[in-house]
């Protein structure tokens, strides 16, 4: 993957939502998780997961018009 690393950049973001991801790089909250499972250890995927679960910021809603 040519951008994995500016993917898992975002994705350890606070501030960046999947959907911001999605805009950039054409990929969805399953595909973003599955790039860090591929390419984090088992314990820092663990740690994202349990940061990211829940968290408003990254599951942001935009109305596009």
């Known amino acids: ?12 973001c606070d501030k960046t939502s999947f959907n911001d991801i999605s805009s950039f790089y054409n990929l ?14 088992p314990s820092s995927f663990k ?11 990254k599951h942001k809603n935009y109305n596009k018009i």
């Open 28 to 41: 969805n909250e399953s595909e973003v998780i599955k790039v860090m499972r591929k390419n984090l250890k």
């Open 47 to 57: 740690m994202w997961r349990k940061r990211v679960y829940g968290r408003k910021s």
């Open 1 to 12: 993957m040519k951008y994995k690393d500016e993917i898992i950049e975002m994705a350890w």
